[in-house]
């Protein structure tokens, strides 16, 4: 069973920072794309950014050069340093993969940025 779990969410104050951890199981997270997605209350999801199998990455212009995309294929890890975060980016935070033609997303980590 392909799942992902996502984790290092919290609360944090304007300015500050926080890794996001992707971590899957039942798939080498390798040869797989890997998206960030965020939903804030009362909006729809939004492409925050993506890692392709090959590692090169790229991130939606209202974040770009505040969060990066990595990966760590020993611990089938993908992750989302966000930086410099601001009260906008208050969301949960999901990561997604096509399966064989199918979406799978995680149950997602929250992000409130608040002071």
């Known amino acids: 069973q392909v799942q992902l779990v996502e984790s290092g969410g919290g609360l944090v104050q304007p300015g500050g920072s926080l890794r996001l951890s992707c971590a899957a199981s039942?798939?080498?997270?390798?040869?797989?794309?890997v998206s960030w997605y965020r939903q804030a209350p009362g909006k729809q999801r939004e492409l925050v950014g993506s890692?392709?199998?090959?590692?090169?990455?790229n991130a939606a212009d209202s974040v770009q050069g505040r969060f990066t995309i990595s990966r760590d294929n020993v611990k089938n890890t993908v992750y989302l340093q966000v930086n410099s975060l601001k009260a906008e980016d208050t969301a949960v935070y999901y990561c997604?993969?096509?399966?064989?033609?199918?979406?799978?997303w995680g149950q997602g980590t929250q992000v409130t940025v608040s002071s």
């Open positions: 039942g798939i080498n997270i390798r040869l797989y794309g």
């Open positions: 890692i392709r199998s090959v590692a090169s990455s």
């Open positions: 997604n993969i096509a399966y064989r033609g199918a979406a799978v």
